[in-house]
């Protein structure tokens, strides 16, 4: 969004309209289907790693075994 903000006010300014001239957007990689599912799997991979941190992290009981977490207090 930064970068349409400053586009926008580069025109205004007076910059040249380079629509249309053969570049790609900033947005082309998106297109790309192997950039997408290489993305997807650093985030299943990074979403992961937290549920572990946050399963290792929970209290431990007298015996060592995970405890479930108590809901309002009970």
Same mark, same amino acid.
């Given at each position: 969004?930064?970068?349409?903000?400053?586009?926008?006010?580069?025109?205004?300014?007076?910059?040249?309209?380079?629509?249309?001239?053969? #570049?790609?957007?900033? &947005? =082309?990689?998106?297109? +790309?289907?192997?950039? !997408?599912? %290489?993305?997807?799997?650093? @985030?299943? #991979?990074?979403?992961? &790693? =937290?549920?572990?941190? +946050?399963?290792?992290? !929970?209290? %431990?009981?007298?015996?060592? @075994?995970?405890?479930?977490?108590?809901?309002?207090?009970?």
């Amino acid at each position: 969004m930064v970068a349409a903000k400053q586009r926008q006010l580069a025109l205004k300014a007076g910059a040249a309209n380079e629509r249309g001239v053969g #570049h790609r957007g900033s &947005a =082309y990689a998106y297109n +790309v289907k192997e950039l !997408r599912n %290489r993305e997807k799997a650093a @985030a299943e #991979h990074a979403e992961h &790693a =937290y549920e572990l941190m +946050v399963w290792q992290w !929970r209290p %431990r009981g007298r015996s060592g @075994a995970r405890t479930p977490q108590r809901r309002n207090g009970y």
